[in-house]
């Protein structure tokens, strides 16, 4: 009966048997797409990744930032142009797509919506001012 318990658990817990995705694995799931991503059941943004793990970054207002994602220490860690601070996540590939633990915190998560059919619509650069 305990085997059988723990059994449950371990299967109501695919998160904990899970590994993190390699830097080769997050290249080979992203590189050519555009993901779209959510956080508490809202849209947050989108990301088209680029080949040689460059990205760009929008919170889908037409508004983008060009990056780069490099692996390091077992987290997948992104560099903008406007802020060269690295932010890390930790990445699980599941049934439904990617999430993202924000620092390898689970209460600080995205999670993959979709794949957009286009890359994302980027303004071109403000004028004036």
């Known amino acids: ?9 371990f299967l109501a817990s695919p998160a904990l048997a899970q590994e993190p995705m390699t830097g080769a694995e997050f290249e080979a799931y992203t590189t050519g797409k555009t993901l779209l991503y959510g956080i508490g059941g809202q849209v947050y943004g989108g990301e088209d ?4 793990r460059k990205v760009r970054w929008s919170f889908l207002d037409g508004k983008c930032l060009d990056g780069t994602w490099y692996e ?3 987290q997948i860690c992104f560099a903008y142009v406007d802020d060269p601070t690295p932010v890390c996540w930790v990445f699980f590939e599941t ?34 001012a």
Do not use: I
Not at 49 to 52: F, R, V
Not at 98 to 113: F, M, P, R
């Open 49 to 52: 990744y680029l080949p040689g």
């Open 1 to 9: 009966m305990k085997y059988a318990a723990a059994l449950a658990l």
């Open 72 to 74: 390091a220490a077992g």
């Open 95 to 128: 049934g439904d797509g990617l999430v993202a633990h924000l620092n390898g915190d689970e209460t600080q998560s995205l999670y993959e919506t979709g794949e957009a059919d286009e890359p994302l619509f980027c303004l071109g650069p403000e004028v004036g």
